[in-house]
């Protein structure tokens, strides 16, 4: 997708995802709103836009709210609305990078959310195998689980893949990811089995709807928007029912949750930073490391939950 022309244009595409996918509420979203018009300005009196914005220039401008008298608390603010954006915009493919990702906040240190454990994400699959009014909707949310939490596709990529991806039982697939890049992804065992079962399931609802005279879809999560797949909205609320039904808090389960569940514990579990990366599609593997700052806290925890020493002595 091209990045917009204007600075507004991201500020309000932005304020619809954040309102689509991260279920944020009005007053979140006009704060949002407000920091992001404030540094389009600053950016704007400088000759620069979002496009083109560096970290120093970021920095810059927290320095300046500083100078303006600023709270802790607003620079914050503002840093993460910042963050929110230009991570968006990374995900968009609107920019190779992310500028403010290594830039620390006002007394306080950007941590990413809490990542679901592996039991967690086993009951959201679950849950989603048996999550819908029909048997088709069954395997096909099964399968979007399977896909997502085997590969680390972005949301866009998986509702976006085409039919041709699954044919022939495959062990990689193709993903075409921001910018038109291509990056081969592969498929766990569970994954190829969810995949073969919805694809023989599609394959029939296809037959019957061209003897019916419809025409098929060239998508393998066919929809019925405008794209002609499952929109990004429309599987945001069906996870969100993969949530509840799991027993898990929904406002801790989102797409990205998943993407970043599926870094975590392939890095916890000894993958290659590197290998990570490309199987994300991150342009810059500065993106990737930080996920390691998960991994140093569950290290961490790890130590003082079961190093003998770390325990509190009895009556203490």
């Keep these: 997708m ?6 507004e244009q991201w500020i309000s595409t932005f304020l619809e995802a954040a309102a689509a996918e991260q279920d944020a509420a009005r007053n979140t979203r006009l704060a949002y709103g407000r920091d992001l018009l404030d540094f389009a300005g600053w950016l704007a009196h400088r000759g620069s ?5 560096t970290r120093e220039d970021v920095e810059s401008y927290l320095i300046s709210c500083e100078a303006e008298g600023l709270s802790k608390a607003t620079r914050a603010r503002r840093l993460s609305s910042i963050r929110q954006l230009f991570r968006f915009a990374h995900e968009e493919g609107w920019r190779e990078d992310h500028p403010a990702l290594r830039i620390k906040g006002p007394g306080a240190i950007q941590r990413l959310p809490k990542a679901l454990s592996h039991a967690d994400v086993l009951r959201l699959i679950e849950a989603a195998r048996t999550h819908g009014r029909t048997e088709a909707e069954r395997l096909r949310n099964g399968t979007l689980m399977e896909l997502l939490y085997a590969t680390g596709l972005r949301v866009s990529e998986l509702v976006g893949l085409p039919l041709s991806v699954a044919r022939g039982d ?6 075409r990811g921001k910018g038109g890049k291509e990056r081969m992804v592969p498929l766990s065992p569970p994954a190829r089995s969810a995949l073969a079962a919805w694809l023989a399931r599609r394959d029939q609802d296809e037959t019957r709807a061209k003897a019916e005279g419809r025409a098929p879809s060239r998508h393998l999560f066919p ?6 797949h499952l929109t990004r909205q429309q599987f945001h609320h069906l996870i969100k029912g993969f949530a509840i039904a799991a027993g898990i808090s929904p406002a801790e389960v989102t797409p990205h949750a998943l993407r970043h569940a599926f870094a975590t514990h392939l890095l916890a579990g000894g993958a290659d930073l590197r290998v990570i990366q490309t199987l994300l599609g ?10 390691t700052h998960v991994l140093d806290d569950h290290l961490k925890d790890l130590v003082l939950t ?5 325990r509190k002595p009895a009556g203490s």
């Design 2 to 7: 091209n990045a917009p022309g204007r600075m």
């Design 49 to 53: 836009d979002f496009a083109g914005a």
């Design 170 to 175: 495959p062990q990689m697939i193709l993903v």
């Design 223 to 228: 929809g019925s928007g405008a794209e002609g």
């Design 282 to 291: 991150h342009a810059d593997v500065a993106t990737t490391e930080i996920y």
């Design 306 to 310: 079961h190093h003998p020493l770390a």
